[in-house]
């Protein structure tokens, strides 16, 4: 018996992820890696009732995959619909080992019926090449697709991501409409190139999109394009610290042609809710010779932090600002600032412990001894202690005094105070001797 053929039979199906084109008896199938397909294998009138199955290869009874009177299997399933004569096996987590030559067949006496199969699996990720785009923030941005001239009239769309199986499912828009939201698609069959625009582009928008082609046979043709979606703008984005009490200044270069434009400097988290600033704690100075404007503040605060915008065209076009994001250190002074004190302060106290006792020893001794003639003594060493103490409690101060002015917080204010409260506790004990 000879083969028995489809070569009247030409069509075309496509059923979900997957397409199959028969011609001259050789059908087609396509899936991607990962996805599943349908082998949809049509039969004459009058086999509705035999036994049907799917094989690989040269067909032997091992290449068998499925039967429709087999047991079932996870990766392979098999359904006959005897109405319109088609019964559909299919292969479910395609891999690349999974590609070649199957046979559809028809069980009967004598030579089974079989048809010819070929299954291509492809890579689901497009693709290795993409185009690069790079745009601001808030811009509109357009990238042409091209295509080749057998797919003019097919539908051309746009999707997000590098999954070519979902694509068409999940298009952001596709020929037949022109717009879609912030997007938009002109196919210029004269150029063979489909434009898509993405109108008022905001970061989250950066990413890959697809340009589809659909093919009726086969897989569906994708362009890759890889969008970057930059910050509004930022000639310069940096970052600037100061101490509190200390000062900082910033400094925001601007195109020389800008000399003559207003130049300001405002705050907020974003440029367009940004709050001008007027406290006499801000210089600004304009630099036209070095083309930079700058702001200093002085005695900084902790509220001072926070994201600052330079400016020099009223008009906010893009790439022409400095952001800066500024943090005010509210820590402990500087080190040295703190230790010197600190190592000062302990000197002294043991200075004056060792001192108090002595001279507490020598008063008592002297005031035991010497109990009628020499009592104005012990006055005249307060005093000189008193002398002594003022003096340490200066060194204190200068210390304080000189990170005081910087350091603008509670936290130091209390180590000073319990400075302050030792000497204090001390002198009364002292002079109430
Ligand atoms: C595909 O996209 C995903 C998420 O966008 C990404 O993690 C992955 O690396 C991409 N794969 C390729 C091959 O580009
Ligand atoms: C094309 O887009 C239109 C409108 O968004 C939608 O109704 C239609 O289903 C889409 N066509 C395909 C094939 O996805
Ligand atoms: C652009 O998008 C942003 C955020 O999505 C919106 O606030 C702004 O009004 C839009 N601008 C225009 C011109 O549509
Ligand atoms: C913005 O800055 C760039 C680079 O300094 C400059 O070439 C451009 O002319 C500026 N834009 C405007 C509107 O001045």
């Known amino acids: 018996m000879r083969m028995w053929s489809l070569q009247s039979l030409s069509f075309t199906l496509c059923i979900a992820l997957s397409c199959v084109t028969t011609a001259a008896g050789l059908i087609r199938v396509y899936g991607y890696e990962g ?17 049907k199955y799917l094989c690989k290869n040269n067909c032997a009874s091992e290449d068998v995959v499925i039967m429709t009177t087999g047991a079932k299997k996870s990766k392979y399933s098999i359904k006959d619909d005897q109405t319109s004569r088609v019964f559909t096996a299919t292969i479910s987590d395609l ?10 067949g028809v069980e009967r006496n004598g030579k089974d019926i079989y048809t010819e199969v070929k299954l291509q699996v492809e890579q689901d990720t497009c693709c290795d090449q993409s185009i690069k785009l790079q745009s601001n923030e808030e ?45 938009r698609l002109h196919d ?36 890759a394009v890889d969008l970057q979606v930059k910050e509004w703008c930022c000639v ?17 270069p601007y195109p020389p042609q800008h000399k003559n434009y207003r130049k300001f400097l405002c705050r907020g988290g974003h440029r367009k809710n940004c709050a001008g600033m007027v406290t006499s704690r801000f210089t600004p100075q304009d630099n036209p010779a070095s083309s930079i404007f700058s702001v200093t503040i002085k005695e900084l605060k902790p509220g001072d932090a926070g994201t600052y915008w330079c400016v020099s065209d009223p008009q906010w076009s893009a790439g022409n600002y400095t952001k800066i994001q500024l943090s005010v250190d509210a820590t402990v002074p500087h080190p040295v600032v703190f ?4 190592v000062l302060l302990i000197l002294t106290l043991a200075a004056l412990v060792l001192v ?16 009628s003639n020499k009592t104005e003594a012990p006055p005249a060493e307060k005093v000189m202690d008193g002398e002594d103490l003022y003096a340490n409690q200066d060194v204190v101060h200068w210390g304080q005094d000189a990170s005081y002015g910087h350091y603008d917080d509670a936290g130091e204010d209390s180590v000073y105070q319990n400075t302050d409260d030792i000497y204090c506790n001390q002198f009364p004990m002292k002079a109430k001797r």
């Open 188 to 223: 210029d069959r004269r150029l063979k190139t489909f434009k898509a625009t993405i109108i008022n582009v905001t970061q989250t928008d950066s990413g890959r999109y697809l340009c589809g082609v659909h093919r009726d046979a086969g897989l569906d043709v994708f362009t």
């Open 339 to 342: 230790i010197v004190p600190a």
């Open 236 to 252: 310069k984005s940096k970052k600037q610290s100061g101490t509190v009490g200390g000062q900082v200044t910033m400094r925001c």
């Open 356 to 371: 108090y006792k002595y001279k507490c020893h020598k008063v008592q001794e002297a005031t035991v001894v010497n109990n």
């Open 35 to 51: 996805g599943e397909v349908d082998v949809p294998c049509p039969y004459g009138e009058g086999y509705e009732f035999y036994v």
């Open 95 to 104: 891999s690349h080992a999974d590609a070649g030559k199957y046979w559809c």
């Open 139 to 183: 811009a509109t941005v357009s990238f042409g697709c091209p295509y080749e001239s057998v797919d003019q009239n097919n539908l051309k769309y746009i999707c997000r991501g590098n999954l070519s199986s979902t694509c068409l499912q999940q298009a952001l828009i596709n020929s037949t409409s022109q717009q879609n939201g912030k997007f």
